[in-house]
């Protein structure tokens, strides 16, 4: 009788138990769709642009045997999303008039979409193949490190991956390309939003090494869609400084690559524009970062500080996606909240991550900015007494 009415539940639970480790890897679909064994099928390479009818990009072979670079798989169709043989892939580069993902997106550079290409809208990373942005060209990187040690992160060199680059375990890899950075990432990418560990590259937050946060899933996946649909960022209430005796030539360099020091997205910025970030002092020196502490009065404006509660900082109290804060603790669930005195100014409050249809990247048009002006949104939606 007993094990009559237990072995049902059991099997529902021992299904479950499958059923839930299945769905924990993110990639699904037959292995063909995006490998290549040899890079040969009937004499002819698989891994080409639209070989066998397959929209990929790049050519020749590629690490990990796929059968595309990045762009191969995420710049490939006219819409935010793709599904390439029962895998939904997030697209940053595409025409779609419905919005772009959170990350923005690298067809405003070209001019595939927006008001017209200019290398002022974004990153302009060499899988673009669109040249550098020529008035940073050969040069260090805006706000970037000038010692020699971190030469090789010049402008030319930009890219998704590796050293140069944001995704993936970023770290010398000699004559290494992009998917060795990211080894180990896709078929490993956890089925959970809330991701507070962040000390590989698999588990931070989109794949950018030691960043936590709470990625957005469900059907809104990968979009800031509106103030109760959008990814939660993670951010701190002072900026570390970046010098050797504070310990950053060991904790922004790791065994994972270099990431950012203090978890925050605005301390990934920071591995590249550290200038903009720092507290003053160390590395940098006394006239770069936001000032010796985290409160006003600033030289740079900050980032990683709390909106304070008080002046016209209380007024922002319904989170906009035009001006996002992060959040001190990774929070278990999506807010449309903003709650001053806690919440956080961050590079993501004014920036797109990729690219955006506005110089410098921001996520407005700043000449629309005019105090006085009884404008919105921008800066005025936390400088709320300026309009
Ligand atoms: C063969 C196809 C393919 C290639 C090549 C590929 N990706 Fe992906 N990527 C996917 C798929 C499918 C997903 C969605 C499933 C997932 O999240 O793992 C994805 C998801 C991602 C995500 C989002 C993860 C998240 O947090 O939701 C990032 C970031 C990413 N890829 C970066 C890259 C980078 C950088 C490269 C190049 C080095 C690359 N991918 C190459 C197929 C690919
Ligand atoms: C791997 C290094 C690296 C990281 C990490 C990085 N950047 Fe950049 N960034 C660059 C380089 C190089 C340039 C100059 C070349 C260009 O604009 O294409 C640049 C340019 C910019 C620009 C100016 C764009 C323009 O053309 O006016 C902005 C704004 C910016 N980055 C913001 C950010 C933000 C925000 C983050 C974090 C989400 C970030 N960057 C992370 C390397 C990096
Ligand atoms: C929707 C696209 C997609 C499908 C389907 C897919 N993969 Fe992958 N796989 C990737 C991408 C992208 C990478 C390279 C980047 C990485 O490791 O995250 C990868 C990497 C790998 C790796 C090396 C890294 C690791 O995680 O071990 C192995 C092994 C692998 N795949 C095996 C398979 C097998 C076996 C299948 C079929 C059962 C399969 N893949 C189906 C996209 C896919
Ligand atoms: C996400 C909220 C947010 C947005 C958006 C924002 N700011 Fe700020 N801003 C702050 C906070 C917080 C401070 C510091 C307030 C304090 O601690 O007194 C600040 C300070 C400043 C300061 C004074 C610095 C000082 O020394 O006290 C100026 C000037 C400023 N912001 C201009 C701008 C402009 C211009 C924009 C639009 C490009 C903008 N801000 C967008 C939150 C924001
Ligand atoms: C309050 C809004 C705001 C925040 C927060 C912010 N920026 Fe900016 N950023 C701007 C504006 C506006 C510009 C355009 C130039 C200007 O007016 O200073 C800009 C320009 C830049 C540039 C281009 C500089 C050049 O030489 O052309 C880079 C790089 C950049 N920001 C990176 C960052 C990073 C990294 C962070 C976080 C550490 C950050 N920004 C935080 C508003 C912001």
Redesign the pocket.
């Known amino acids: 009788m007993l094990i009559k009415f237990f072995m049902p539940l059991f099997i529902i639970f021992m299904f479950l138990v499958l059923f839930y480790n299945f769905s924990d890897a993110k990639i699904t679909g037959p292995c063909v769709n995006c490998h290549t064994m040899h890079n040969s099928q009937n004499n002819a390479a698989m891994a080409t642009y639209g070989a066998d009818s397959k929209p990929w990009k790049g050519s020749g072979v590629n690490p990990t045997l796929v059968r595309g670079n990045c762009l191969g798989c995420h710049g490939i169709g006219t819409s935010k999303i793709v599904n390439i043989g029962g895998s939904d892939v997030p697209q940053v580069y595409h025409a779609d008039a419905s919005g772009d993902l959170a990350g923005g997106n690298f067809a405003y550079i070209t001019g595939t979409k927006g008001s017209g290409a200019s290398?002022?809208?974004?990153?302009?990373?060499y899988e673009l193949n669109n040249g550098?942005?020529p008035?940073?060209n050969n040069t260090v990187?805006?706000g970037?490190f000038k010692g020699s040690g971190h030469r090789s992160?010049?402008?030319t060199n930009?890219s998704c991956c590796v050293e140069?680059?944001?995704h993936g375990k970023?770290m010398e890899m000699s004559g290494i390309t992009n998917l060795y950075a990211m080894k180990g990432t896709h078929h490993k990418n956890p089925d959970i939003s809330k991701l507070d560990v962040a000390d590989q590259v698999y588990n931070s937050y989109r794949f950018l090494t030691g960043v936590k946060g709470f990625e957005n899933n469900g059907t809104y996946k990968w979009q800031n869609k509106d103030a109760s649909s959008h990814n939660e960022y993670f951010g701190t209430t002072t900026p570390p400084i970046y010098n050797y005796s504070g310990g950053c030539i060991n904790s922004c360099h790791s065994a994972n690559g270099l990431r950012s020091v203090n978890n925050t997205?605005?301390g990934?910025?920071g591995?590249?524009?550290g200038n903009f970030h720092t507290l003053s002092g160390g590395y940098y020196g006394n006239d770069a970062g936001i000032g010796s502490t985290n409160h006003s009065p600033f030289q740079r404006h900050p980032t990683d500080i709390v909106l304070p509660s008080t002046g016209e900082y209380a007024g922002y109290t319904a989170y906009s996606i035009e001006a996002p804060v992060a959040r001190i603790t990774v929070p278990d669930a999506i807010s449309s909240i903003v709650s001053p005195g806690s919440d956080i100014v961050m590079?993501?409050s004014c920036?797109?991550?990729h690219a955006s249809n506005y110089?410098?990247?921001?996520r407005w048009d700043y000449t629309a900015m005019v105090a006085g002006g009884g404008g919105s949104g921008g800066c005025f939606t936390c400088h709320t007494q300026k309009k």
């Open positions: 290398d002022r809208k974004g990153h302009n990373v550098p942005d008035l940073f990187i805006p970037g992160i010049i402008i930009l140069e680059g944001c970023r997205i605005s990934f910025c591995t590249c524009h590079c993501l920036h797109a991550s110089p410098s990247m921001l």
